[in-house]
């Protein structure tokens, strides 16, 4: 992979507001990687895939596009479909998918890199189990004003050591999050049950 000589990231000063200084530490991670490889399968990753990663929670353990999209029970194209309309709504990971395009040489909308060359068919979600939406949840968690590839890892992490069908009680200041968490929720099949800022209950899916 082609790496940069001059990474086209802004110094990270106390002058940013909060959105542009995740945007600038999201594109510096992305340019320090060095030839990052799948935690899963071992294939080697492309810039657009660590920007998948990051968003879908997976910041620290990189996964290749199809080990993502099988880890979601998704199809890599669908997966793909939701988490570009995801990525395209939030300055932070759209700085990173586009800087990633750029080093590249690839369009923004569907780089051939990762993009499969024939749209499947839409699939059916497994259904989640009923619960009473106002029951006390099983789990709370502050994570106070943490944001974007940081508040989807440790949510994920959460949710994960839940039982299927348990509820988290999120609570997430952040300005982003009011669309960021429903929006993080379709993507990796997670029910929101309600959403009423700063909180949020989420039913961990099943599997
Ligand atoms: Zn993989
Ligand atoms: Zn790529």
Request: charged share 20%.
């Amino acid at each position: 992979m082609m790496k940069p000589d001059q990474p086209p990231f802004p110094a990270i000063d106390d002058d940013l507001d909060a959105e542009e200084q995740r945007t600038a530490e999201i594109l510096k991670e992305l340019a320090q990687l060095s030839n990052p490889t799948c935690f899963r399968c071992s294939q080697s990753l492309c810039f657009h895939e660590y920007v998948l990663s990051v968003v879908t929670g997976f910041k620290t353990t990189p996964h290749c596009t199809a080990c993502l999209a099988s880890g979601l029970g998704r199809s890599p194209a669908d997966f793909l479909r939701d988490a570009y309309n995801y990525i395209r709504r939030q300055t932070c990971y759209r700085s990173g998918w586009h800087w990633a395009s750029q080093q590249e040489n690839q369009p923004i909308e569907q780089p051939a890199c990762i993009w499969p060359a024939t749209p499947s068919q839409p699939q059916t979600r497994m259904a989640t189990p009923a619960i009473d939406t106002l029951a006390d949840p099983n789990d709370t968690w502050d994570a106070g004003d943490m944001a974007c590839g940081e508040l989807v890892l440790k949510l994920r992490l959460r949710l994960k050591s839940l039982q299927p069908g348990q509820v988290l009680l999120l609570i997430a200041q952040d300005p982003g999050a009011p669309a960021d968490i429903p929006a993080w929720c379709t993507l990796t099949g997670h029910s929101l049950l309600s959403a009423e800022p700063p909180e949020y209950r989420i039913q961990r899916k099943n599997g």
